[in-house]
Nanobody, 126 residues
């Protein structure tokens, strides 16, 4: 089992920045591919970014590439999402996800991840 707890969400003006954190506990964190997804009201959960177990490979949704940065600190069992140049369209609940036995790849589908956090709200005002 893996438990994931997100933090760092909040209200920010357009153009501002936030950094989300996700602390993992339970099974070995350092071997997992980790990802961030988001879900706005009435919409499906969508992929934001993912990172392999050693940080050697990352992937991003086109809508956030160049503005968001995913990183991880395996010593702290934590994955981060630095969000810059935020837009109102980024408003959503952001979820952290973990995939065990990832084979060193990133994945963009919600069904590819076995464990999820409870989510943290990000609201960007115009």
């Amino acid at each position: 089992q893996v438990q994931l707890v997100e933090s760092g969400g909040g209200l920010v003006q357009a153009g501002g920045s936030l950094r989300l954190s996700c602390v993992a506990s339970g099974r070995t964190f350092s071997s997992n591919t980790m990802a961030w997804f988001r879900q706005a009201p009435g919409l499906e959960r969508e992929f934001v970014a993912a990172i392999t177990w050693n940080g050697g490979s990352t992937s991003y949704a086109a809508s956030v590439k160049g503005r968001f940065t995913i990183s991880r600190d395996n010593a702290k069992n934590t994955v981060y999402l630095q969000m810059d140049s935020l837009k109102p369209a980024d408003t959503a609940v952001y979820y952290c996800a973990a995939r065990l036995f990832s084979g060193g790849y990133t994945y963009a589908g919600p069904s590819d991840y076995q464990y999820w956090g409870q989510g943290t709200q990000v609201t960007v005002s115009s």
